[in-house]
């Protein structure tokens, strides 16, 4: 389904239909059609997702190609370019596609990008984002060659340069960057699986408390607006660190038993926000790091909504869309089967967001 910019009303239409398919879907008896929405055009575009489930083979041939185009086709994104490899490869491995056959040509390009941590592309500067989407993609892949790239060394350096002199266990996300909860998420998550020295964690658990909202959420900075990322970010940090006592976990489920939207099934990022797929993993997985933590001992998200909600996200063709009415994109394809993943398997770990059996292969290499 193609992108177009729709009027206020035409969402509404959009709206109608797909709150009237969910009812079907769902398999409750519903009453007859109304004569509106038979005469409602987005019904009939909307109408067949309720008897979808998971597009496995559409997503692998979506991924496969947008993966194989590395280059030319991801200019559009060039200080990100190494997201453009993670995505489509994350996405390849959860649907347990055999990604070691791109192996070559993903090191070849990841070794253009490399100084000490990562650049977003060739001949750019170290930066935190391009860094960690390296890193996991060099991850999944889990052989030694791919491990092996990996400059310990140089990425201690690097996160020792961006440590942020205003605020103990901060990090900017480069030298002279910007400051908040996703760097210091990512210094802490490669630092413990790596094993760099572990005192580049010093106070890092009592900044990411520090910024936890009255919400109950974690806003990127403190006393920012609590946001699904960032909540996700802070609190998978502390469960790696073992500290997820270190933040008031009563309030932050509090928070995020209300992101998960009655109408939609699927999450919103921030209170009174609409939903969007992405979230299907930067919220949901938040469940799973509560019962990894202890805090939880069973499931809490509604996870036949999130399910339907994904299903209906879905591409014909491949593909996973922000909501109905958008084009599908990498992006959302990884995050919403990532937290497709996580709702009834041990897969995928919710902590670093790639498969269980690479991060426990990273473990052993690095032993």
Known sequence: MKQVNRTQNEQNLVHSAIAFIRKQYECIESEEVPQELLDNKYYKEYEPLDKLELLTDQHIKYCTKRLLNIGYSIIYLDVGQPWCIYWPLNALSILQEDVSKYEHKILQYLEKCKIGGFGGGPYQYEHLAPTYSSLLSLFILASPASLGMIDRKGLEKFFWSIQDPNEKGSYLMHVNGEADIRAVYIVVIMVVILKLDPKLLDGCAEYIASCQTYEGGIGAVRYSEAHG???????????????????????????????????????????????????????????????????????????????????????????????????????????????????????????????????????????
């Open 229 to 367: 990322g960032y909540a996700f970010c802070g609190y998978a940090a502390l469960v790696c660190m073992g500290k997820a006592h270190y933040i008031d976990q009563e309030k932050l489920l509090n928070w995020l038993v209300n992101r998960q939207m009655e109408k939609e099934g699927g999450f919103n990022g921030r209170t009174n926000k609409v939903v969007d797929a992405c979230y299907s993993f930067w919220q949901g997985a938040i469940f799973n790091l509560l019962q990894l933590s202890g805090y939880l001992n069973e499931q809490l998200m509604n996870v036949y909504e999130l399910k339907t909600y994904i299903h209906m996200c879905q591409n014909p063709t491949g593909g996973i869309f922000d909501k109905p009415s958008k084009s599908p994109d990498t992006y959302h394809t990884c995050y919403g089967l990532s937290g497709y993943s996580l709702t009834d398997s041990n897969f995928q770990n919710p902590i670093y967001n790639v498969p269980n059996k690479c991060i426990d292969f990273v473990q052993k290499f690095f032993q």
